[in-house]
C-alpha cells in the first residue's frame, strides 16, 4: 500500500501528465527507429553479408555476459561525461571542456597513481579527486571568462581542449615516459590505484559504482539544495533569477566548474579502470558524447543512465559487428547524429506537430467538403 | 459621406487561455480622415488595428475594405491594398543607414546589384514631399526618437501606402517634435492620405483629428465628430466608471517614514525619464503613483528594486542608503516588488509553480538546513500560497507556462507580499487579470498596509487607485506634477488632466 | 635553421603562413555569413571533415582535382542544409544541431574512408598543382611568396573575401541577410521572408567551408585524414568573432592564426631554441583565447564609454 502510494505520489508530484509522456517517448522511438532504419540501409550497402552485420550489431551485446559486460563497460565513460555535460546545461550554458578534462583528468589520475605512494583505498581516491580537480583548474578558465567578460564559453572551451591535449602529450613524449613501454606512454599505474572489477565474468569495475553514486548525488543537488535549485532557475530564465536576486554569475561559474570536475574524475575513472599506462594522443571524444547523452536524456539526471547504456549499446554492438563483418563501427555515427538531431528538435513529432497535421487535415476535407457542395 | 473605406464588423479577440482583448467591436473609417482610436492601456486599441494590419488574427468578425470582404494573413496582405502601420516600438534596422531601411523589401536594382544612390534618392525625394527632409546616408542608430519615427512613416510611404496606421505616436515625443508630426500629418491629410492614431492623449485627438473611436476594456464605447464632444466627454468615456463608494476605506493613520526619495532624477538615451523627484513612504500608507504609460514609472520602480543604478539623487530606507546596493542587498533590506511583466521577470515559465514560489524563500535560513532546501516546510509554504490566494492549478507541479495570467499574477504577488517587510512596490499588480484575482490581490495589500508596512502602488487603473489609496502622486514626463492628499477630493476628471499633462498642481505640498 | 631571423627571411615561412591561413579564411567567411544572417554556425568544423573527405574521393574518382573541389563545395551545400532544415524548421538549438553534425562527421568520414580501403584514418587524393605565374613570379621576394608556390584554392580565399565585402555591401540579398541578422521581426514586418533568407545564408556558409575542407586533402596536403582539420572551424569563428563581422578584418585574423601555426611548425626546427613541437602546436589555440579575451575587454571598455558619454 505504502509503496503504491508513493508511486502515486510521484507521478502526481511531477505533474505526471500521460500525453505529455506518451508523446515524448514516443517521439524517442520514432528517432531511434528513423536512425537505425538509415544504419540498416547503409550496412546493406557496404557489407557483403549483411544480415551477419545486422545480427551482430543488434543482438551481438546480449549474446553472452562477456559481452554485456562491455556494453556496461563502454556506458560508464558516458555517464560521466553525461551527468557532467547535464550540470552544465542545467545552467543553460555550453562549455566543452568536458572533453579536455577528461583527458587533464585521466593523465592526472595516472600521474597520481604512478608518482606517489599511498596506502591502497586513499590512491584511488587521490588519483580520482586529483584528477578532477587539476581538470577544474582549465576549466574554471572558460567559466570565469563567460560570466566576467562574456567570452563565448563554447569556442574558448574547444581551444582549451587543443591546448591541454597538447600539454599532455608533451608530457608523455617527453617528461613522463616510460621508455620500457615502447610507446609514448607513461610508467605501468600501480594495480593498488586501479578500480578493480567487481562483477566477475566481466570488466565492469567500480567505476559503474562511482558514477552512479555521483548521478544520484546531482539528482539531490538539483532536488534539494539551494544552489542546484539556484542554477536550475538561472539556466531556465536569467532574468527571473536576476530579478529575484540569484547571484547569477556566480551560478554560471558554479555549473560549469561542477560538470567539469565531474568530467575529469570520469577521466580518471576510465584511465584506472580499463588502461595500464596513459597513452592518449588525441582527445578521447567522451566530452562530446556527454552533451549527446544528456541531450537524448532530456537533461535529467535520472534518464543520464539510461541515455549512456543506449549509446553503449549502440557501440558494443558495432565493435563486435566491425570485429565479425566487414563494417566499420563508426556507423554508430549516424545513428547518434541523426537522433540528436531528432530528439533534440522542437516540431519533430511534438504534440503541436501531431495537432498542426489533425488541423491540416480537417482544413482539407472541409475544403473537399465545399468543392464536394460546389459540384453538386 | 459616402461608403466607409474600410469597415470591421463584429471583431472579437481572446488570447490563450482566456485573456479577452475585444469583445465585440465595429469600427468605421472614411477616406481622408484622421480617425482617433482612445482609450486606456489595455482597451484593445492596438489589438484591433494589429488584426487591420494582419498581424493578428481575429477569432469572430469580419474586415471590409471598400465594401470588399478581405482576409489580411499577414502584414504583406495588407500592405498590397495599401495599408502601412508605424508601430509603438520602431521595427529598424539599428545598424542601417536611413535609406537602406526605407526600402528593405523592395531594394532598386542596377545591373542585378543594390542601387543605394536610388535608395537614397527615393527616401530624399518622399522626404522632401513631406516635409520630413532627412539625410538618407546617416545610420538610425544615430538619430533620436523623432527621427526614427519619421523613417518609418516614410517606409510606409515608400510601400505606397494610402492609409496610416500610427501606434500611440506621440508617446515618445517631446512637445516640439509632436508639434513637427501633427504638421506632416496634415500635410498628408491633404494628399488625401487616411490616418488612424492610437492615443489616449485628449488633447491630441482634439488638435489634429477629425473623429474618435473610444474604446473601454474590449468594447467600442462609441464613434464621434472630434468638434461635437469635449475634452471631458471623452475622459470620461475613456476612464470613466460608475463610481460605487464601496465599503469606506479604514483610516489608518500613517506612521513613521520607511522609504524616502531625494531628488532622484535618471537619464537615458539622452531623455530625463525621471526629474528630480522627491517622496516619501510611511507605515501603513499606500502611495499610488499614477501616470499615463510610459511616463517614468517602469524607471522608478527600475531604480527602487536595484535594476537601474546609476541615477542621481538618493533613497533612502529606514534612514540607510540603498545607492549602489545589488538587487539581493536591496531584497535583503525587506523590500518585495511584483514587476509589472510577470512572464519575464516574475517567473519561471518553464518551470513549475513551486520552483516559482519559493525563490525567495529558498533563501530564509528557517526553510533549509545549510545548503539544503526544506522540502517538506517549502512544499507546504506553497500549498498555503496556492490555498490563500485561490491559485487555479491541479497541483504546485504544474506548468507556469500552464496557468492564466491572473493565476499566475497570483504566485508572483503572493510570494513577493509574504516576503515583504517593510516595503512592497507594486507595478500594475492587477493589469489584465480576471475580478476575482483582483480581489484577493486588494485583500492582501489591505492586510499588508494594516500590519505597518509602507506599499508604492504604481497603476494605471483610476479604480484600483481610489480603493486602495489615499495619498497620490502624478507623474508626467518623468515629473511629479500633483500631490494629492486625500483623493476622495480629487475628481477623476481632475486627475485625468494632471495625467495627461492638460494641467499641473499649483502648489503642491510638498509633504508627500 | 639557426636563429628567428633566418626563420623570418624564408620564403618558405610566408609560403607556410599563406597555406595555413587559407582553410581558416574559408572557414572564418562561412561563420562570417552565418553570423550576419543571425545564426552561430558550429557546423562549420564537421562541414569542412566531410568535405574535405567528398574532395578526396572525387578527385582520384575523377582523376582531376577541380572536381574534387566542386563536388566538396556541393557536401558542403548539403551540410548547410542539414544544418539549416534543422535550425530554421524544426527549430532545433543551434548549438545542438552543431554538436550532433559534429559528432556524425567525426564518424561518417571514418567510416567511408574504412569501407573503401579497409583502413581507417588516410585517403590519398589528386592534389593541386601549384600556380607559377610568368613574369610576376620573378619579382623578387614577393613574387616568390604569391606567384610561384600557391595553389588556385589560396587565390580563391582571398578572391572570396572581396567578394563578401562587396556582396554584403552591394548586393540586395546581401543587405537582406545583414538584416535579417540584426532583426528578424523588421525584416517580417515590412513581407520579407527572414527564414528564407537565412536558409540561403547556411547554404552559402556550407559551400565555403566545403571549400575550406577540399582545401585540406587537396590543396595542402594530398591526401584526406580524420584528424585533419583539428579545430580550424572553430578557430574561423573565433577570428570571426574577433574580427568583428568585417570580412577584411576576419581575414587579417585568420592571417594571424595561420602565423601562429605556422610558427608553431617551423619554429623547432632553429636550432639553439629548444621548444618541443608539442607545446608550439599549443600556440595557435592558446593565441585564439587570448584574441577572444582582448577582443572582449575592448568591447566592455566601449559599451562603458558609451552609457557614461
Redesign the interface.
Known amino acids: 500500500m505504502k509503496i503504491r502510494e508513493r508511486l502515486m505520489s510521484y507521478f502526481?508530484?511531477?505533474?505526471f501528465s500521460f500525453q505529455r509522456f506518451f508523446f515524448e517517448s514516443l517521439k524517442t522511438l520514432m528517432a531511434v527507429l528513423i536512425a537505425y532504419l538509415i544504419a540498416i540501409i547503409i550496412i546493406v550497402f557496404v557489407s557483403d553479408n549483411p544480415s551477419e552485420s545486422i545480427y551482430w550489431f543488434i543482438v551481438g551485446p546480449f549474446s553472452n555476459l562477456m559481452e554485456f559486460g562491455e556494453l556496461i563497460k563502454k556506458a560508464v565513460p558516458l555517464m560521466f561525461a553525461g551527468i557532467a555535460a547535464c550540470v552544465i546545461v542545467k545552467a543553460n550554458q555550453f562549455n566543452l571542456f568536458t572533453e579536455g578534462a577528461f583527458y587533464v583528468g585521466g593523465l592526472v589520475a595516472a600521474l597520481i597513481a604512478i608518482y606517489i605512494k599511498l596506502p591502497a583505498f586513499l590512491a584511488v581516491i587521490a588519483a580520482l579527486v586529483g584528477g578532477g580537480l587539476v581538470a577544474t583548474i582549465f576549466g574554471y578558465i572558460p567559466a570565469k571568462l563567460k560570466s566576467s567578460l562574456n567570452v563565448n564559453e563554447f569556442v574558448s572551451s574547444i581551444m582549451l581542449n587543443f591546448v591541454a591535449l597538447w600539454i599532455g602529450v608533451f608530457l608523455i613524449s617527453n617528461v613522463v615516459i616510460d621508455d620500457a613501454s615502447g610507446d609514448t606512454a607513461t610508467g605501468i599505474i600501480p594495480e593498488i590505484s586501479k578500480l578493480k572489477v567487481f562483477i566477475t565474468g566481466t570488466n565492469i569495475t567500480y567505476g559503474l559504482l562511482i558514477v552512479i553514486g555521483i548521478i544520484i548525488l546531482v539528482k539531490i543537488f538539483f532536488?534539494?539544495?539551494?544552489?542546484g535549485?539556484?542554477i536550475?532557475?538561472t539556466g531556465?530564465?536569467q532574468?527571473?533569477?536576476?530579478?529575484?536576486?540569484?547571484?547569477v554569475e556566480r551560478r554560471v561559474v558554479m555549473a560549469q566548474v561542477l560538470g567539469i570536475f565531474i568530467a575529469g574524475v570520469g577521466g580518471a575513472a576510465e584511465i584506472l579502470s580499463n588502461y595500464h599506462r596513459f597513452n592518449w594522443k588525441t582527445l578521447p571524444g567522451f566530452g562530446f558524447d556527454g552533451f549527446m547523452v544528456t541531450i537524448i536524456a532530456k537533461n535529467k539526471p535520472l534518464f543520464v543512465p539510461l541515455a549512456a547504456l543506449f549509446i553503449g549499446y549502440l557501440r558494443a554492438g558495432a565493435d563486435l559487428m566491425a570485429f565479425n563483418s566487414d563494417v566499420a563501427q563508426e556507423v554508430v555515427a549516424i545513428i547518434q547524429g541523426v537522433i540528436i538531431l531528432l530528439i533534440a528538435s522542437e516540431r519533430f513529432f511534438s504534440s503541436s506537430f501531431f495537432k498542426r497535421l489533425l488541423d491540416n487535415y480537417k482544413e482539407r476535407r472541409n475544403h473537399k467538403r465545399m468543392d464536394v457542395m460546389k459540384n453538386e | 459621406m459616402a461608403e466607409a473605406l474600410i469597415m470591421m464588423k463584429d471583431i472579437r479577440k481572446v488570447y490563450y487561455p482566456d485573456i479577452v482583448a475585444i469583445n465585440s467591436a465595429t469600427f468605421s473609417l472614411f477616406e481622408g480622415e484622421i480617425h482617433a482610436i482612445a482609450g486606456e492601456n489595455g482597451a484593445g486599441k492596438t489589438t484591433l488595428m494589429k488584426i487591420l494590419f494582419g498581424l493578428e488574427k481575429a477569432d469572430k468578425g469580419e474586415v471590409l475594405f471598400r465594401g470588399e470582404k478581405v482576409f489580411f494573413h499577414?502584414?504583406?496582405d495588407a500592405?498590397r491594398k495599401g495599408i502601412g502601420m508605424v508601430?509603438q516600438h520602431f521595427?529598424?534596422?539599428?545598424?542601417?543607414t536611413v535609406a537602406?531601411n526605407v526600402v528593405?523589401?523592395m531594394?532598386p536594382?542596377r545591373k542585378?546589384?543594390?542601387d543605394?544612390k536610388r535608395a537614397c534618392e527615393i527616401t530624399k525625394d518622399l522626404g522632401e514631399r513631406f516635409d520630413m527632409a532627412i539625410d538618407p546616408e546617416i545610420k538610425i542608430s544615430q538619430l533620436a526618437v523623432g527621427l526614427k519615427q519619421k523613417v518609418e512613416i516614410i517606409?510606409v510611404l515608400a510601400?505606397e501606402a494610402r492609409i496610416i496606421i500610427l501606434d500611440e505616436p506621440t508617446a515618445v515625443l517631446t512637445p516640439q517634435e509632436t508639434k513637427e508630426l501633427f504638421h506632416q500629418l496634415k500635410l498628408l491629410k491633404k494628399d488625401n492620405f487616411t490616418i488612424i492614431i492610437i492615443t489616449h492623449k485628449l488633447r491630441e485627438i482634439k488638435e489634429i483629428c477629425d473623429r474618435v473611436t473610444i474604446m473601454k476594456s474590449g468594447n467600442i464605447e462609441g464613434t464621434y465628430d472630434v468638434d461635437k464632444i469635449s475634452v471631458e466627454e471623452i475622459s470620461k468615456k475613456m476612464v470613466g466608471y460608475d463610481f460605487v463608494v464601496t465599503e469606506d476605506k479604514e483610516t489608518l493613520k500613517p506612521g513613521e517614514v520607511i522609504l524616502e526619495v531625494k531628488n532622484l532624477s535618471y537619464e537615458r538615451d539622452g531623455k530625463k525619464r525621471l526629474d528630480d523627484i522627491s517622496f516619501k513612504i510611511r507605515e501603513k500608507q499606500i502611495l499610488g503613483v499614477v501616470g499615463v504609460e510610459g511616463n517614468g514609472q517602469l524607471e522608478l520602480s527600475g531604480v527602487l528594486?536595484g535594476?537601474i543604478r546609476?541615477y542621481e539623487g538618493d533613497i533612502s530606507l529606514d534612514g540607510l542608503s540603498l545607492k549602489n546596493k545589488?538587487?539581493?542587498e536591496i531584497?535583503?533590506r525587506g523590500i518585495s516588488?511584483i514587476?509589472e511583466d510577470r512572464m519575464?521577470?516574475?517567473?519561471?515559465?518553464?518551470?513549475?509553480i513551486y520552483?516559482?514560489a519559493?525563490?525567495?524563500k529558498?533563501?530564509d535560513k528557517d526553510y533549509?538546513k545549510g545548503?539544503?532546501?526544506k522540502?517538506k516546510k517549502l512544499s507546504e509554504f506553497t500549498d498555503v500560497l496556492i490555498d490563500s490566494y485561490g491559485v487555479k492549478c491541479?497541483?504546485k507541479?504544474?506548468?507556469v507556462k500552464s496557468l492564466s495570467g491572473g493565476n499566475i499574477q497570483k504566485i508572483v504577488s503572493a510570494r513577493e507580499i509574504v516576503e515583504a517587510r517593510r516595503i512592497l512596490i507594486a507595478n500594475q499588480p492587477t493589469r489584465g487579470i480576471d475580478i476575482g484575482a483582483v480581489m484577493t490581490l486588494h485583500e492582501k495589500l489591505k492586510e499588508l498596509q494594516s500590519n505597518n508596512l509602507g506599499i508604492l502602488l504604481i497603476s494605471s487603473d483610476l479604480k484600483e487607485i481610489y480603493d486602495l489609496t489615499e495619498s497620490v502622486i502624478v507623474l508626467y514626463e518623468g515629473k511629479i506634477v500633483a500631490r494629492i492628499k486625500n483623493i476622495k477630493d480629487v475628481s477623476e476628471e481632475q486627475l485625468g488632466r494632471y495625467m495627461l499633462g492638460i494641467e499641473v498642481q499649483e502648489d503642491m505640498e510638498a509633504s508627500l | 635553421m639557426n636563429s628567428f631571423w633566418d626563420l623570418f627571411s624564408s620564403v618558405n615561412f610566408y609560403v607556410t603562413i599563406i597555406s595555413l591561413a587559407t582553410p581558416l579564411i574559408f572557414a572564418s567567411m562561412a561563420a562570417l555569413i552565418s553570423n550576419k544572417a543571425g545564426v552561430v554556425n558550429i557546423s562549420i568544423e564537421g562541414t569542412m571533415l566531410v568535405s574535405a573527405l567528398v574532395g578526396a574521393i572525387f578527385s582520384t574518382l575523377f582523376n582531376s582535382a577541380i572536381m574534387g573541389i566542386l563536388i566538396a563545395c556541393v557536401a558542403g551545400i548539403l551540410m548547410g542544409y542539414i544544418f539549416a532544415f534543422s535550425t530554421i524548421k524544426l527549430r532545433t538549438n543551434e548549438i545542438l544541431v552543431g554538436i550532433a553534425l559534429n559528432i556524425l562527421a567525426a564518424g561518417l568520414v571514418i567510416f567511408i574512408v574504412y569501407a573503401l580501403t579497409g583502413n581507417k584514418s588516410d585517403y590519398s587524393s589528386v592534389p593541386l598543382k601549384t600556380i607559377s605565374i610568368p613574369l610576376l613570379r620573378d619579382i623578387p621576394i614577393i613574387g616568390e611568396i604569391f606567384f610561384n608556390s600557391l595553389n588556385l584554392l589560396v587565390y580563391l580565399a582571398i578572391v572570396i573575401v572581396i567578394a563578401m565585402s562587396f556582396f554584403l555591401k552591394?548586393?540586395?540579398l546581401?543587405?537582406?541577410i545583414?538584416?535579417v541578422g540584426?532583426?528578424a521581426?523588421?525584416?517580417?514586418?515590412?513581407?520579407?521572408d527572414s527564414e528564407k533568407v537565412k536558409i540561403i545564408a547556411l547554404l552559402i556558409a556550407g559551400g565555403l567551408a566545403g571549400l575550406g575542407g577540399a582545401y585540406m586533402s587537396i590543396g595542402f596536403m594530398s591526401s584526406f585524414n580524420t584528424g585533419m582539420i583539428a579545430g580550424r572551424g572553430f578557430i574561423g569563428l573565433a577570428a570571426e568573432a574577433i574580427g568583428a563581422g568585417i570580412p577584411y578584418v576576419t581575414a587579417l585574423f585568420a592571417v594571424v592564426f595561420g602565423l601562429v601555426n605556422a610558427f608553431s611548425l617551423t619554429a623547432q626546427t632553429i636550432t639553439g631554441i629548444n621548444i618541443p613541437y608539442e607545446l608550439l602546436n599549443t600556440l595557435p589555440y592558446m593565441v585564439t583565447i587570448i584574441g577572444l579575451v582582448v577582443f572582449a575587454v575592448i568591447k566592455k571598455r566601449r559599451n562603458k564609454n558609451n552609457?557614461k558619454g
Open positions: 502526481k508530484n511531477r505533474s532536488s534539494k539544495t539551494l544552489p535549485y539556484e536550475k532557475m531556465d530564465n532574468h527571473f533569477a536576476k530579478f529575484s536576486g540569484i547571484n | 499577414s502584414p504583406s500592405m508601430h521595427m529598424l534596422l539599428e545598424n542601417m537602406d528593405l523589401g531594394e536594382k542585378g546589384l543594390y543605394y517606409k510601400r528594486n535594476v546609476n545589488s538587487i539581493l531584497r535583503d516588488y514587476p519575464v521577470d516574475g517567473a519561471n515559465l518553464i518551470g513549475n520552483e516559482s519559493i525563490v525567495l529558498s533563501r533549509r545548503k539544503f532546501l522540502k491541479n497541483n507541479y504544474d506548468q | 552591394k548586393t540586395v546581401g543587405i537582406r545583414r538584416s540584426m532583426n521581426k523588421a525584416v517580417d514586418s515590412i513581407g520579407v552609457i
